[in-house]
């Protein structure tokens, strides 16, 4: 008996299931080869057809269940690379090279097609199965805004969505796992607004003077006034804002977090930036510093998924601090639920930590 785990976890997401992920970035995804991708833990190919859209169908060929990524792209359409059966972009069979040229389509040769779309940078496909769209991707902010410098950053993490989001959003955090890169022990308090939402989590800092290290050097060279800003928005995405001086500066840190496994996920960052006549000088140094600053979070998070491989997923002990984990951990587990029972409500939250 063979597990299909791609589908238990899928089958198991409730709610959160009924929406875009990020499966790769445009420019990965190319004409002439396929490419593997797994979701929610179901395995899909990605390929464009010949009008060169982008379509995602399941990654089994169902003759004799082999990987169709391993095979190659011919006129639109995904090759099998054990028997040469051939799929066209909506998922049908439509060569079976062993029956000949008198081969006819059948109605059970089908694949299971993924609606998927180009936006911002990105391939998101909808994972809903007979849930139709009901809305657009998330917006990744500031890909096209004038005056803004972007690059995008893809990191594998061995750990599960909703600590990863956590994390993104956590400040006490930084100043152990990245101490001397984004910020120091200063020991000293932080006034923190913390607004849940029937779909999202928004956090206001009220500390103008932070200092975020190295890269508040080079965004911040003139000392200006902060605000400083995390949000989540349901069910996977994450955007951190310094801005500087009334929006003269910015420094914007988007990440959405596709789920490959229970603690497993593969994060599509973006980085924005806006310095003015510096703008050059940031292309320059700030991807080798978030590369950094992301790995370690890497280590920090696969440091915690290890234990929670051992251990299992124990409850939690929190502090002031971690009230817009609780906030977050709500929200998706609401939707873990499929949306059932007493739905987490609006609350606003004034609470203070010391970093």
């Given at each position: 008996m063979f597990l299909e785990r791609g589908r238990v976890m899928r089958s198991t997401a409730g709610s959160l299931k009924n929406h875009w992920y990020a499966a790769c970035l445009v420019t990965e995804l190319a004409a002439w080869r396929p490419l593997a991708r797994t979701i929610l833990g179901e395995r899909l190919v990605l390929f464009r057809d010949a009008a060169h859209a982008p379509v995602a169908l399941s990654d089994r060929c169902v003759h004799r269940n082999a990987l169709l990524s391993g095979g190659t792209v011919s006129n639109g359409c995904i090759v099998c690379p054990y028997h040469g059966w051939t799929y066209d972009s909506a998922g049908q069979c439509r060569e079976i090279p062993s029956e000949g040229p008198q081969f006819k389509p059948e109605a059970g040769r089908v694949?299971?097609?993924?609606?998927?779309c180009e936006q911002d940078g990105l391939c998101w496909v909808w994972?809903?199965?007979?849930?139709?769209?009901?809305?657009?991707?998330?917006?990744?902010?500031?890909?096209?805004?004038?005056?803004?410098?972007?690059?995008?950053?893809?990191?594998?993490?061995s750990n599960g969505v909703t600590n990863l989001v956590e994390n993104f959003m956590d400040v006490p955090h930084t100043v152990f796992v990245h101490r001397g890169w984004f910020?120091?022990?200063?020991?000293?308090?932080?006034?923190?607004t913390i607004e849940r939402t029937k779909d999202s989590v928004l956090v206001t800092y009220h500390d103008k003077n932070d200092d975020i290290g190295f890269s508040g050097r080079i965004l911040n060279p003139r000392k200006l006034p902060l605000a400083h800003t995390d949000k989540f928005y349901m069910p996977n995405n994450t955007r951190?804002?310094?801005?500087?001086?009334?929006?003269?500066?910015?420094?914007?840190?988007?990440?959405?977090?596709?789920?490959?496994?229970?603690?497993?996920?593969?994060?599509?960052?973006?980085?924005?930036?806006?310095?003015?006549?510096?703008?050059?000088?940031?292309?320059?140094?700030?991807?080798?510093?978030?590369?950094?600053?992301i790995d370690q979070d890497v280590e920090i998070m696969a440091n915690q998924g290890e234990a929670l491989r051992h251990y299992g997923e124990e409850k939690f002990s929190s502090t002031a601090a971690d009230t817009m984990h609780a906030y977050i951990e709500s929200l998706r587990r609401f939707a873990e639920r499929g949306e059932t029972g007493e739905p987490p409500k609006p609350l606003t939250k004034e609470v203070t930590f010391w970093i």
């Open positions: 694949l299971e097609k993924f609606p998927v994972m809903g199965g007979e849930q139709a769209p009901t809305h657009a991707p998330f917006v990744m902010p500031h890909f096209n805004s004038p005056g803004y410098g972007k690059y995008y950053m893809v990191t594998p993490f910020r120091s022990r200063k020991l000293s308090p932080v006034r923190t951190v804002d310094y801005i500087y001086g009334d929006d003269r500066r910015s420094f914007v840190i988007t990440s959405t977090c596709t789920p490959v496994a229970p603690l497993e996920t593969m994060v599509y960052t973006l980085i924005s930036y806006k310095v003015g006549l510096l703008n050059p000088l940031a292309k320059l140094l700030l991807p080798w510093y978030t590369r950094k600053v």
